[in-house]
């Protein structure tokens, strides 16, 4: 029996064997689809807006949020408390749509901005003069199974309200929230974690507003 390639001259021989490598690579590094999940819900409840004039309110600048190392990725993480509660875990099928502190970010942007407690919220090196600096931290973004059938998404963090005049920090804050599962699955936490993380950016929003309103009485040391 003649071999496949006999027929091929010796650059389509070259040409042909080359293609066969690049395929067998693509199927070794190919990975399982991973299904994508957002905490943003599909119908948001309408934030408050500002009626009347803007003009004495103050502006607000949103720094980047910064987060623990582990995470920095898109990966859909998880604790089986009941039985290594010091393992991290990630699920293979599903991921978010980008990293906590990236996704935090846009909905507290969203928040802050629909407020109607600045005249403006500016993103990280955006140009413009802010008077007060917002830094958040992340802490937690996991989902925390207390057992088979049960758990509880967790997010956490610490907001600190800086002068952007002179760098002066006003007040710190941490934040904790948590939200049972109302299913054991990636698709039950990401609803989950999408209600604490909308308490959690409430929370923040609310707090900075309310801490601006009292740094401005607030004497320089």
Do not use: C
């Given at each position: 029996m003649r071999h496949p390639l006999s027929e091929y001259s010796p650059a389509g021989k070259r040409m042909m064997l080359a293609g066969m490598v690049l395929l067998a690579a693509g199927c070794a590094s190919s990975v399982p689809w991973q299904a994508p999940y957002d905490i943003t819900?599909?119908?948001?409840?309408?934030?408050?807006?500002?009626?009347?004039?803007t003009t004495a309110l103050p502006v607000l600048r949103l720094a980047r949020v910064s987060a623990a190392h582990w995470l920095k990725t898109d990966a859909y993480q998880y604790h089986l408390l009941y039985q290594e509660p010091q393992r991290l875990l990630?699920?293979?099928?599903?991921?978010?749509?980008?990293?906590?502190?990236q996704m935090i970010a846009s909905r507290l942007q969203?928040?802050?901005?629909?407020?109607?407690q600045w005249r403006a919220v500016?993103?990280?090196?955006?140009?413009?003069?802010?008077?007060?600096?917002?830094?958040?931290?992340?802490?937690?973004?996991?989902?925390?199974?207390?057992?088979p059938e049960a758990g509880k998404a967790l997010v956490a963090g610490t907001a600190t309200l800086v002068n952007a005049t002179d760098y002066r920090v006003v007040a710190q804050h941490s934040f904790r929230f948590t939200e049972i599962l109302p299913g054991a699955s990636a698709q039950g936490g990401a609803v989950a974690m999408a209600g604490a993380s909308e308490r959690f950016v409430t929370a923040v929003s609310g707090w900075a507003a309310q801490m601006a309103s009292t740094g401005k009485s607030t004497p320089r040391p």
């Open positions: 819900p599909s119908h948001p409840v309408p934030l408050a807006s500002t009626k009347g004039t990630a699920y293979r099928d599903a991921r978010w749509v980008g990293t906590p502190p969203r928040q802050l901005a629909h407020s109607g500016l993103a990280g090196q955006s140009s413009g003069t802010a008077t007060w600096l917002l830094q958040v931290r992340l802490t937690d973004f996991v989902v925390n199974f207390s057992g």
